[in-house]
């Protein structure tokens, strides 16, 4: 059986351009829900942006590479987790917060403040973590990742649709807000078009193969869901805010995760397939613990 770490998903210059604007229009849809003063409120509340931004930027990619020397496996994998790692938070993020009857306001802040600060810290997180370990360092090696590509890159699907997803809700909030609901629920249609069309070639590949990260996965991502949640109470934020920040950091952008993936490693099984289970995974897990806290919400009200 050929190794995991020499496979190449099969995703063409269209399919790629596809992704690209895909992406663009996603990020642009959750820009419309943000404003300056999102980001005003929430340095106004120092206590969470550290929280914040210490569980999604410092202790989860340190988390994922502890994870990566203990189970150590196959170093394209390894490279996946760290992707997915080092990408901010996913726009559904936002929703599952809602649903849970967490702390909504919160969220749309911290998801633009790390969606900002993604333009450095995802480049950044990644090729550290990447050059530390070995056999992921071999990848990057021979690939001739050029962090400056990268950043470029990230600033291109991240930074130009949120600048002018808000510059258009300056302008025109309430058509902003109707466009952006309409949006929200096409990012999450977009992602498993994304899904679908980068596997529809590759489906041997994938059946092949995704017992290799089935375990993987959901045990990284429920690891980052207890991250964000612990983190928060090590802070002493209320409920509310723990379960956000709990969601913040279990639900990664992994579609961001798989157009770096895409475009500067030619589609590497093991990062792909990885990038990919999680990306439909979290959905799974997010709204299960969503739909859980609500319930349980529900109940305390009742009694």
């Not at 999604?56 to 994998?77: A, D, N, R, Y």
């Not at 403040?113 to 450095?120: D, G, H, N, P, W």
Request: charged content about 10%; aromatic content about 14%; hydrophobic content about 55%.
């Amino acid at each position: 059986m050929q190794q995991l770490d020499d496979v190449k998903i099969n995703f063409d210059n269209s399919e790629l351009w596809i992704l690209n604007i895909a992406l663009a229009i996603v990020m642009f849809g959750v820009a419309l829900g943000i404003s300056v003063s999102d980001f005003k409120r929430l340095l106004q509340q120092p206590k969470l942006v550290i929280a914040g931004l210490l569980s999604q930027f410092v202790l989860l990619p340190l988390l994922t590479f502890g994870l990566v020397l203990l189970i150590k496996p196959q170093p394209s994998i390894a490279l996946g987790m760290m992707m997915v790692a080092a990408c901010p938070g996913g726009n559904i993020s936002n929703f599952m917060t809602h649903l849970s009857q967490g702390n909504t306001a919160l969220s749309v802040s911290l998801t633009a403040f790390s969606t900002f600060l993604a333009m450095i810290m995802t480049p950044f997180n990644f090729q550290f973590y990447g050059s530390l370990y070995e056999p992921t360092a071999q990848i990057l090696k021979s690939v001739e990742l050029d962090p400056f590509q990268l950043v470029k890159l990230v600033i291109l699907i991240l930074g130009i649709p949120l600048f002018f997803g808000m510059l258009w809700r300056s302008k025109n909030i309430r058509l902003a807000e109707k466009l952006s609901r309409i949006l929200k629920p096409f990012s999450i249609l977009v992602f498993i078009a994304i899904v679908v069309i980068a596997f529809s070639n590759n489906i041997d590949v994938f059946n092949s193969y995704i017992d290799y990260v089935l375990f993987i996965g959901i045990g990284h991502n429920i690891l980052a869901l207890l991250l964000g949640f612990f983190v928060a109470k090590a802070f002493m934020l209320s409920f509310k805010n723990q379960k956000t920040l709990a969601i913040e950091t279990g639900i990664q952008n992994s579609g961001l995760g798989l157009l770096l993936i895409f475009t500067f490693f030619n589609g590497l099984g093991g990062m792909a397939i990885l990038a990919a289970f999680w990306g439909i995974w979290h959905i799974l897990s997010g709204l299960c613990l969503a739909f859980y806290w609500s319930y349980k919400s529900s109940k305390t009200e009742v009694y």
